[in-house]
Nanobody, 124 residues
Framework: QVQLVESGGGLVQAGGSLRLSCAASGRTIGDYSVGWFRQAPGKEREFVAAISSSGASTGYADSVKGRFTIYRDNAKTTVHLQMNSLRPEDTAVYYC?????????????????WGQGTQVTVSS
């Protein structure tokens, strides 16, 4: 069993930046592919970004390309999501998810472990 903890959410003005972090307990997060998903009220859970266990492969939703960057720290203890040029439509609860086998995917169904989520609110 793996526990994931997200941090770094908060309230920010449009155009500002936040960095979300995801850390795992029970096993190093470096052994897993990791994805970030978000869910706004009344909307379905949405893929945001993902990274392979090695860090060699990443993927992004079209809506965040060029603004968000997913990366692992050098020790591979934490996965970060750097969010720049934030927009009000980025407002959502952001979840970190880990997949035990295989590479990252776009579908939340394929991830085994989930964090509790962290709120990101972008004001106009």
């Amino acid at each position: 069993q793996v526990q994931l903890v997200e941090s770094g959410g908060g309230l920010v003005q449009a155009g500002g930046s936040l960095r979300l972090s995801c850390a795992a307990s029970g096993r190093t997060i470096g052994d897993y592919s990791v994805g970030w998903f978000r869910q706004a009220p009344g909307k379905e859970r949405e893929f945001v970004a993902a990274i392979s266990s090695s860090g060699a492969s990443t993927g992004y939703a079209d809506s965040v390309k060029g603004r968000f960057t997913i990366y692992r720290d050098n020790a591979k203890t934490t996965v970060h999501l750097q969010m720049n040029s934030l927009r009000p439509e980025d407002t959502a609860v952001y979840y970190c998810a880990a997949r035990a086998f295989g590479g990252w995917t776009f579908s939340w169904h394929n991830y085994n472990y989930w964090g509790q989520g962290t709120q990101v609110t972008v004001s106009s």
